[in-house]
């Protein structure tokens, strides 16, 4: 079987290795045990942790054994990483909440039957621990002029980091130890903006119990411009059926940018690198093959393959105009074009919604709107639904009730 580092490698997932050597020597001799973490910060998953859990899907798949941390304690403080500013406080209630959610997400992607993973909380050791202990034991190891030169804190002394988020670092390095004497892992895998937390949870592993211990960062999911992935017009691209709409997650993928295709097919799904390669030969119109596959492939990973037939079909029925298969939405008494924008979420506000009609981006069945206070004729009153469209690429089916 081929070395697991090899296959993160092709498929562009890593970014940054501890000890690569060796730790790919390790990986080619025994089973390892690692562990990715993960802040509940919602009640849901987003893209933006779809590629560790990919990540970890392929190491298991390899033989390897993953622990799925979620962080229930350092959500209690925050992570300073990436952010210009403190996070919102959550009470505990939220943040056991949204543990739950993560949990009942995370099973899609990792198998936790016999043995094969282990789901963590660490709330179970940290929230726990006594003060001063903590401090002589871990804080000892620690040089604050060296945090002081980590990106997850530099960025932020200018506007100001508080003591809070200034433990984060401490506790995360904290949990490498605690799953490294509780069940032997060596191996933290993350997103990039983690380097630093990481390679401080692998120093305090060697300083304390004289073992090495390695990490390895994932690339982060971003858009021909840099910036990262999983946000659109209505907000965060969420893994929960509830938050984001199976039909508007395949949407997402389905109009990604050409030139991110295949670094999204390599890394959200497990196709074949051949077939990926086959589908992103041509950079024309065929693209769209490439751009429903991976749409598909996501969706069926994420939802379920059933899912992922049903929102094909409606997909397919949207552009081909097939009322019956095509997406339906429920509304009642609407008043005008702008109220009926509202209420089938296809606009936040009644400002975006005039300023669309009057961009001429609206049709009802085949008539372009181009009177933001154009109202429902008594025709298609009497019929109780008709077909609703939002440029080129959203159709749906309204009831009316």
Known sequence: MKNVLDVLKERGYLKQIVYEEELYKLLDSEKVTFYTGYDPTA??????????LMAMAHMQRAGHRPIVLIGGGTAM?????????????????????????FKKQMARFIDVSDGKAIFANNA????????????????????VNKMLTAECYKQRLEKGLTFLEFNYMLM???????????????????????????LAGADLVRRKEQKVAYAAT??????????????????????????????DFFQYWRNVEDDRVETCLKLLTFLPLDEISELCRYRDERMNVAKERLAYEVTAIVHGKEVADSVLTQVKAAFSRDADNMPTVEISSPTNIIDIL??????????????????GGVSVNDEKISDYSWTLPSALR??????????????????VK
């Open 43 to 52: 009640d849901s998953l987003h893209v933006g942790h779809f590629v560790t």
């Open 77 to 101: 403080v925050g992570d300073p990483s990436g952010r210009t500013d403190m996070r919102q406080m959550m009470s505990k209630e939220t943040i056991a909440h949204n543990v739950e959610c």
């Open 124 to 143: 179970d050791w940290l929230c726990d621990l006594n003060y001063i202990d903590f401090l002589r034991d871990v804080g000892a190891c620690f040089s």
């Open 172 to 198: 995360q390095s904290y949990d490498f130890l605690h799953l490294n004497r509780e069940y032997g892992c060596v191996l933290q895998m993350g997103g990039d903006d983690q380097w630093s937390n990481m």
């Open 218 to 247: 994932f690339s982060l999911l971003t858009t021909s411009e840099g910036k990262k992935m999983g946000k659109t017009a209505k907000g965060a691209v969420w893994l929960d059926a509830q938050k984001t709409s199976p039909f």
């Open 342 to 359: 509202v209420k089938c979420a296809l606009c936040k506000s009644n400002g975006e919604a005039r300023r669309l009609v009057e961009g």
């Open 382 to 399: 009497d019929k109780g639904e008709f077909l609703l469209h939002k440029g080129k690429k959203v159709h749906l089916k309204v009831v």
